[in-house]
Structure formats: C-alpha cells, structure tokens
C-alpha cells in the first residue's frame, strides 16, 4: 500500500468515526495535564460539528472519556478552543 490511510477515532459525541486530522482532540497528560491536540496519555475526540461540541453533555463526556474530574477553567479554555473551530462550522460536517 502506497496510499496513506488516515488514522480514526471515534468521536465522544456522536460515536462516528472521523480522519483524526479532522477531531478535536484533549488529552490527559501526564506531565502537562489536560491539553488540546497534542500531548501523549488518555483522549477524547470531538468532531467539529456544533451539534456535538454544543452538546450539553459533553463535558460529562470528556470527563468520563479521559477519567478525570476538570476544573472550571478548563471548560472556558475548551470554549475558546472550539471557538477557534467556528470556520468548519459553514462546511456542513
Ligand atoms: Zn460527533
């Protein structure tokens, strides 16, 4: 095989599987805590669209998908950091 085959992973959300290149993706880092698209440890992916980022469940979600009780101020960085992703929001994902 030649052709690269994109990685998936399974949004948290709606439970499809997208390209993880097209995920948000936040993780439990061992060293650095929770981070948004990168770091190594557990992960929980999100799909860009706003019917799953939106959901008000997900912060349930990504606490029990990363095992970890988040802070407050986690979620006000998780809403900058989807806000950063409002340009997919026109591509009908
Ligand atoms: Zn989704």
Do not use: H, W
Not at 33 to 49: D, E, L, N, T, W
Not at 60 to 87: G, M
């Amino acid at each position: 095989m030649t052709l690269q085959t994109p990685v998936m992973r399974m949004c948290i959300s709606c439970r499809k599987p997208y390209d993880r290149k097209n995920l948000i993706k936040i993780t439990k880092d061992q060293k650095q805590g929770i981070v948004f698209q990168k770091g190594m440890g557990r992960s929980a992916y999100i799909c860009k669209s706003k019917k799953c980022y939106l959901d008000s469940k997900i912060k349930k979600k990504i606490q029990k998908a990363l095992k970890t009780n988040l802070n407050p101020e986690f979620f006000d960085i998780f809403e900058k950091e989807i806000a950063s992703y409002n340009d997919y929001s026109n591509k009908g994902i």
